[in-house]
């Protein structure tokens, strides 16, 4: 069946790269025995040696595979059903495991010492995350880190990474710290960054999104005015979408996601106007005066999240309130569906839809409510919390 000694290897060696362990161990011993009968010889005795030794040496490298290298054909699904985020302290960065009813920390992963603001999830479950500090364009690495064994890569850049994407298999890494430039990485087969695209942009980037085969980072000029969408494509040539909306009064610009919602401030009324991304049309307005009480969007880091196609959760600042509030809004006629208070002076909201919870965050602790605001638990850390995926 095998010519020589090297053809059985070669055969081994496929078998191992593109087989789970059950399946490799099956096939090779049926492969093996096919030998010995095609060959009835005294050397096949030389053969089984070798062949024995090659599959120690492969079971080792598909088992004990350098912790380093967390990428290729042989990562399985890292899903852990964990919540994932990482806390700053003492010039460390920990990556942290916690399960998500109780945010009890099961497992700890040390990152170094530099800053992140950012995590990504792979469709596999492994989790991308920038080094990039505060902005800074220092770190130009990315690290992958499969959250159940533990293991981390780090992939270098030509420059300080920003945001990360998915597509199938493959991985979209873009960076804006290069002055009036967009860079766009590509990352296939569990191979190293290749740049893909150098785009030239025109303003500061606040926010950058990625789908049906598009780039979409939205520009914006002083005081929020001027917005642009600048689409890249992954195919084709870059297109701008603008929008002014400067006469109205923007303050604040809230990405869901899917949409652009925009604080407008004229006067002494406050709106909420709702555009489509990428092309900009306005969707529609909303009187946020009509709940009867004046309202202050928190100007610290204001995030916007979307529970379902009809109603829109905001983190803001009631005026008169010391604190701030998740506020519930239907978006078809703008009223206030709820509003609770949150512990902590609140930087970020999101919803998990499978569990029908907010996840509010502050500096240094996550507060955890159901859909109409009944505390669940919180977490408090004693170092700095970064953003956090639902594993």
């Not at 150098?198 to 939205?218: E, L, N, Y």
């Not at 899917?258 to 407008?264: A, F």
């Not at 965050?361 to 638990?377: A, H, I, Q, R, Y």
């Amino acid at each position: 069946m095998y010519r020589n000694d090297e053809d059985l290897v070669k055969d081994l060696q496929s078998l191992a790269h593109a087989k789970p362990r059950a399946e490799f161990a099956r096939q090779l011993e049926q492969r093996l025995q096919q030998a010995a009968r095609a060959r009835k010889r005294p050397r096949y005795r030389l053969i089984g040696g070798i062949a024995a030794a090659a599959l120690i040496t492969l079971a080792l490298t598909a088992t004990f595979s350098p912790p380093a290298d967390v990428r290729g054909d042989l990562v399985q699904d890292a899903h852990t059903g964990l919540v994932a985020y990482t806390v700053i302290q003492d010039q460390k960065n920990v990556l942290h495991l916690a399960d998500p009813e109780t945010m009890e920390t099961k497992k700890t992963i040390e990152l170094g010492d530099t800053p992140t603001l950012k995590i990504y999830e792979a469709p596999d479950g492994r989790l991308w995350i920038p080094l990039n500090g505060f902005g800074t364009s220092i770190e130009k690495r990315v690290l992958v880190v499969d959250p159940k064994s533990g293991a981390k890569q780090a992939l270098t850049l030509d420059q300080a990474p920003d945001a990360v994407f998915f597509q199938g298999s493959t991985v979209y890494i873009t960076s804006v710290s290069k002055p009036n430039k967009i860079l766009i990485y590509k990352v296939e087969n569990g191979g190293e960054p290749k740049l893909f695209k150098s785009v030239k942009r025109d303003g500061p980037v606040f926010d950058t999104m990625f789908h049906q085969a598009q780039f979409q980072f939205i520009e914006q000029g002083m005081l929020n005015s001027n917005l642009k969408t600048l689409i890249v494509p992954l195919e084709g040539e870059p297109v701008y979408r603008g929008l002014n909306e400067q006469q109205e009064g923007m303050t604040y610009v809230l990405s869901t996601g899917q949409n652009l919602l925009m604080l407008l401030n004229g006067g002494a009324e406050s709106k909420v106007a709702e555009f489509e991304i990428p092309s900009l049309q306005k969707v529609g307005t909303f009187d946020l005066n009509s709940i009867g009480k004046p309202f202050m969007i928190s100007p610290y880091g204001p995030k916007a999240t979307v529970p379902d196609q009809q109603k829109l959760g905001l983190i803001g600042v009631p005026k008169g309130a010391d604190h701030t509030y998740v506020m519930i809004f239907d978006t078809v006629t703008g009223d206030l569906v709820n509003s609770f208070p949150t512990q902590q002076l609140a930087m970020n909201l999101s919803y998990d839809k499978d569990s029908n919870r907010w996840y509010v965050m502050s500096k240094d602790t996550v507060e955890v409510f159901n859909f109409d605001g009944t505390p669940l638990t919180t977490l408090h850390t004693d170092g700095m919390i970064s953003n956090f995926v639902l594993n």
